[in-house]
C-alpha cells in the first residue's frame, strides 16, 4: 500500500471515539486506540480484569502491570500521524510566506515549497531561493506533489529527532543493548562495548528478520484463500445435491396417490436438514477461516506498512511488537475441510408396493452412487504399481509408485485437479533398498510419506522441497486426524505424532503380509486395513479397538485383499476390496451396506479410494489407472 493511500483520516482515526488518534496504544493483534479510549473501554467493562478482549476481533490479552499507559505505543502511527501534520501544514500554505515576510501586498499564490526551510513560495521567490550559495541543494517540491509518495517519502525521511542528552545533537546511532536511539557523542562516552549500529543499518538488519516472520504469514493467508474457494466448491456440490434430490423427491410424489403426500413433504424437510446441517458446517469453516485469516492479515498488514514506510526508528521501536504478533498468528491453524460432501438421491421401490409400503415407496435420501464413470487417466508404469493415493482440498492428486524389484522406482507423482502432472518426488533412500509408504496431507499444505526401512516420516512441500524427518518404528502408511497430528500405522503398532514427531499416543496393531493402509474420518476414528487381512480394523480417536468389518470371501460383508478407504460426511466407510474388484459401503457401526461400485461399473483391482473436493469418487487401481466416479 503507498504511503498516500496509509496518510487517510480512516487510517489516523480511533475506532472508538472516531476521532484523531491521542496517545495511541498497539495491541498484540495490532489493532491500536487511544490511550484514554481503551483506559475507559476497560473501566466500564473489565475494571480489575488481568486479562481483556480486543475491542475489534475479540482476542484476548494481558494488561501490563502498569496499566494501559505501559502498553506498546504505536510509535509508526505517531510518526505517520506527524507527516500528515505536515502535509496538511503545506497544503494550508496558500500564498507564498516570503512574499508574506516582505509585506507585499496581495501575496502571489505558493508553487512550491522547500523541504529544507519549510515554507512555501511562489514561482519567483522559489527561483531566487535556488540561486543562493547556502539554498543550492535544498529540494523544492511543486503544490501539485503533496500527495504524492515521492514528496511523503521525503518528508518521512527529514524527520530529525535530537539527543535526549542536549536537545541539540541528532541521533544517528542504535544501541541494541540499551534499545535507544543516541547521538555520536553518547555512543563514544556511554555505549561502549555495545555493539552499536547507525540507525539506517540496524533498521535493515531487523527489517530482514522481520521479513522472514512476514513471508509465512504470507503464505498462509495463500492457503486460507484456497480453503474458502475448495469450502465454496463443496457449498455449491451440496447445493446441485440438494436441488437434484428434491428434484426427484418431486417427481416421485407426482406418481402417488394424496395420501402420501404427506410422506413427501418429510422427505423434502429430511433432505433440507441433512443439506443445511453440511451447509451450516461449512460455513462455520469458512468464518473460522475469514476470522483467523483477518489475524493474519492484519498482523500482516502492520508489518508490511511498518517494512515499507516505517523510518528507521519506527522499525526499531515496534519490531518486537511485530514479531510477537507474527509468532501469535502463527499458531494458528487452518481448519480441516471434512470429507468430500457428497450429493443425496433418493431411492424408491417398485410401485406396485406401494399399497402395502408408503414409506417403502417414496423412498430415502441417501448418498447417491451413480457408478458413472466421469474420467479415466493412466499412469504410466513398467514393473511398479499404484501403492498410496490421496487427494487436497482442491482437487490435487498424490500418488505413490512402488517397485520392489527396484527401489530407484519408487517416486510420489503430484497432479492438479484436471490430472496434469506438476512434479515427481524421486525416492531419497534408495541406495538403502528402503521406499515410500503412505501419503497424506497436513494442514499446511504439506505431503507427509514414510521411509519402512529407514523408520523415518519424511514431510515434503508441495514443490518437493524436504521440509523434516522424524522417527517412527516401521511405519507403513500414515494419514492427518481433525487434530491435525500425523496418525502412522507401523508394522506393529498405531502411533499418533505431533507435527514436530513428539510422540502423543500409540498402542499395538497387528501386523500383517503386505503394506498396510490407514484413514482418519471428521471423528477422530482411524481405519487401518492391509491387503494380507480379511478385514480392517477401526479404532476411535483415542486409539481404542471399536470393531472389525469383513471375513474372507466374496459375499455381502467379505473382502479378498481389503485396500485404502475412505468416508463420506455421515460417518459411512468406503473400502476397496482389492480382488472382488468392487468398492464396499459399511455404515458407521460396522454392518455391511452394499457395494458402491464393481466390476459392471469397470473397476480392476481397486486399491485406493478417496473423495475429491467435489464430491466425487477417485479410485486408483493397482495397474495404474485413475478413475474418477459421479456419486
Known amino acids: 500500500m503507498s504511503l498516500s493511500k496509509i496518510l487517510t ?10 476521532e484523531k488518534f491521542k496517545d495511541p496504544k498497539v495491541l498484540g493483534c ?72 516582505k509585506k507585499v501586498q496581495n501575496p502571489p499564490s505558493a508553487t512550491k515549497r522547500c523541504l529544507e526551510c519549510e515554507e512555501s513560495m511562489c514561482g519567483d521567490c522559489s527561483s531566487e531561493h535556488v540561486l543562493h550559495k547556502l539554498n543550492r541543494d535544498h529540494k523544492l517540491f511543486p503544490v501539485d506533489q503533496y500527495d504524492s509518495d515521492e514528496y511523503v517519502t521525503e518528508l518521512r525521511a527529514r524527520q530529525n529527532i535530537l539527543c535526549d542528552h542536549n536537545n541539540k545533537d541528532p541521533i544517528d546511532i542504535f544501541c541494541p543493548a540499551c534499545k535507544k536511539f543516541v547521538c555520536v557523542g553518547c555512543m563514544v562516552l556511554e555505549h561502549q562495548g555495545h555493539d552499536c549500529l547507525r540507525i539506517n543499518i540496524a533498521a535493515d538488519k531487523r527489517k530482514e528478520k522481520l521479513e522472514l516472520h512476514v513471508k509465512p504469514i504470507e503464505k498462509k493467508s495463500l492457503l486460507y484463500d484456497q480453503f474458502k474457494t475448495a469450502a465454496e466448491d463443496q457449498k455449491a456440490s451440496v447445493e446441485q445435491g440438494r436441488k437434484k434430490a428434491k428434484s426427484q423427491v418431486n417427481k416421485q410424489l407426482e406418481l402417488v396417490i394424496k395420501m402420501v403426500r404427506q410422506r ?14 453440511k451447509l451450516e458446517v461449512l460455513n462455520a469453516l469458512i468464518a473460522t477461516a475469514t476470522s483467523d485469516q483477518n489475524q493474519l492479515n492484519d498482523v500482516l498488514d502492520f508489518s508490511r506498512k511498518l517494512i515499507n514506510h516505517g523510518n528507521d526508528m519506527d522499525v526499531l521501536q515496534m519490531a518486537d511488537t511485530c514479531e510477537q504478533s507474527s509468532a501469535s498468528v502463527q499458531t ?21 408396493e406401494c399399497v402395502t409400503n408408503i414409506n417403502s415407496c417414496l423412498g430415502d435420501v441417501v448418498p447417491a452412487a451413480s457408478g458413472r464413470l466421469v474420467t479415466t487417466f493412466k499412469v504410466e508404469l513398467a514393473k511398479e504399481l499404484i501403492s498410496h493415493m490421496t487427494i487436497d482440498g482442491y482437487g490435487g492428486t498424490f500418488i505413490g509408485i512402488f517397485c520392489n524389484e527396484d527401489c530407484p522406482r519408487n517416486r510420489i507423482h503430484i497432479y492438479d485437479n484436471t490430472f496434469i502432472l506438476l512434479g515427481t518426488i524421486p525416492n531419497p533412500r534408495a541406495e538403502e533398498k528402503d521406499m515410500f509408504v503412505g501419503i497424506a496431507i497436513d494442514d499446511d499444505g504439506n505431503i507427509i510419506t514414510g521411509c519402512q526401512i529407514s523408520n523415518e516420516i519424511i514431510v515434503y512441500t508441495k514443490a518437493g522441497g524436504q521440509v523434516k524427518t522424524f522417527h517412527s518404528e516401521s511405519p507403513e502408511a500414515v494419514a ?13 503398532t498405531l502411533t499418533v505424532h505431533q507435527k514436530d514427531g513428539k510422540v502423543l499416543q500409540t498402542t499395538p496393531d497387528p501386523g500383517g503380509q503386505y503394506t498396510k493402509y490407514i484413514h482418519c474420518n471428521v471423528n477422530g476414528d482411524v481405519i487401518v486395513s492391509d491387503p494380507g487381512d480379511d478385514h480392517i480394523r477401526v479404532y476411535n480417536s483415542t486409539l481404542q479397538l471399536k470393531y472389525r468389518y469383513g471375513t474372507h470371501g466374496d459375499g455381502d460383508g467379505q473382502v479378498d485383499a481389503p485396500c485404502g478407504t475412505c468416508c463420506l460426511d455421515n460417518g459411512d466407510i468406503i473400502l476397496a476390496d482389492l480382488n472382488n474388484h468392487r468398492l464396499h459401503l459399511v455404515s458407521p457401526d460396522g454392518k455391511f451396506k452394499r457395494f458402491l461400485l464393481s466390476k459392471d461399473n469397470g473397476l480392476f483391482n481397486p ?13 486408483g487401481e493397482r495397474g495404474g489407472r485413475i478413475k474418477l466416479f459421479e456419486l
Open 607 to 619: 486399491g485406493n479410494v478417496t473423495l475429491n473436493h467435489l464430491g466425487k469418487l477417485v479410485v
Open 480 to 492: 492427518v486426524n481433525s487434530k491435525g497430528h500425523y496418525v502412522v500405522a507401523g508394522r506393529h
Open 332 to 352: 494458528l491453524h487452518i481448519p480441516k475441510l471434512p470429507a468430500a460432501l457428497t450429493q443425496l438421491q433418493l431411492i424408491t421401490n417398485k410401485m406396485e
Open 264 to 277: 413427501a413433504e418429510d422427505l423434502l424437510e429430511e433432505t433440507d436438514a441433512t443439506s443445511n446441517a
Open 9 to 18: 483520516e480512516d487510517y489516523l482515526t480511533c475506532s472508538i471515539c472516531l
Open 30 to 101: 495490532t489493532h491500536t486506540f487511544c490511550q484514554h479510549c481503551l483506559q475507559d473501554h476497560l473501566d466500564r467493562n473489565f475494571r480489575g480484569c488481568s486479562r481483556f478482549p480486543c475491542p475489534i476481533c475479540r482476542r484476548q490479552w494481558d494488561l501490563p502491570g502498569g496499566g494501559v499507559s505501559s502498553l506498546q505505543t504505536n510509535h509508526l502511527l505517531v510518526s505517520i500521524s506527524h507527516t500528515l501534520g505536515q502535509v496538511e501544514r503545506a497544503k494550508n500554505a496558500k500564498k507564498c510566506e516570503v512574499c508574506c515576510l
